[in-house]
């Protein structure tokens, strides 16, 4: 079993309009939670961290959210542009701390 | 450098040849990672070099793939006799310490025919 879970695997919405994308982990212990972005042929870059102790915190038109009872992140993107079309995958660190754990993303796509 | 590197960019070999990977990671990051992305698949660790550590092998599939960092900082990922899964794109990143922001490089896409 995955250990990151994320949905929907994709997602297409229009121009201007907000969307939130859902991951759930298994990890444990916790201690962070990360959202990177990844362009098509690019690799990841990171949106945002989140420690245990953070409930949400924002980066420009993205909001990512944790819950650390439930093991549940969201990542609003609000006001959709075209630009925002990419894989968002979500990044727990594995028990030991040496590695991350991936989610398979979520592909978003943006229409105008 | 301003970011990671990865060379080649592209890189097509037959079944049965080796190949290697190459990552430059930014200058003065004491970790690099190496993870392989196969297609609709999330990414999957392969290797761990922190410092002058012995490396963390874990996620290496098969003892065909190896891997060194020279210097504590080039790192060279070699995959003997190539195999058609082994096709996928391979990326490389770095932080300053465990635990810290990884950035990635572009990737090494490698397909085996």
Redesign the interface.
């Known amino acids: 079993k ?1 250990q ?1 879970e994320q949905s929907p695997q994709s997602l297409i919405i229009l121009e201007g309009k907000n969307c939130t994308l859902q991951c759930n982990y298994t990890v444990s212990p916790f ?1 962070n939670l ?1 959202w990177y972005k990844q362009d098509t ?6 949106l945002t ?1 989140m420690t245990f102790s953070e409930n949400t915190k924002s980066n420009g038109r993205y909001t990512a959210t944790l819950d650390a009872d439930t093991k549940q992140s969201s990542l609003h993107i609000t006001a959709s542009q075209l630009s925002d079309s990419a894989s968002y ?1 979500c990044v727990v ?2 028990q ?10 979520t592909t978003l796509s943006v229409s105008s | 450098g301003a970011g ?1 590197s990865q060379s080649p960019s592209n890189k097509v070999t037959e079944k049965g040849k080796d190949v290697e990977l190459r990552c430059d990671p930014i200058s003065g990051h004491t970790a690099l ?1 190496w ?1 392989r992305q196969s297609l ?6 392969l290797i ?1 070099f ?1 410092g002058n550590s012995a490396p ?1 092998k874990s ?1 290496l599939p098969s003892d065909r793939f190896s891997a060194e960092r020279t210097g504590g900082s080039v790192s060279t990922l070699t995959i003997q006799r190539t195999q058609q899964e082994d096709s996928a794109v391979y ?1 490389c ?1 770095s932080s300053l310490y ?2 810290e ?7 090494t896409r490698l397909l085996v025919l």
Do not use: C, H, M, W
């Open positions: 995955n990151v201690s990360r042929g690019r690799g990841p870059v990171s961290i995958i660190p594995n030991a701390g040496t590695a991350l754990i991936f989610g398979k993303g | 990671v990672y993870y609709g698949q999330g990414l999957e660790f761990y922190q963390d996620g990326l990143a465990a635990g922001t990884q950035y990635f490089g572009p990737g």
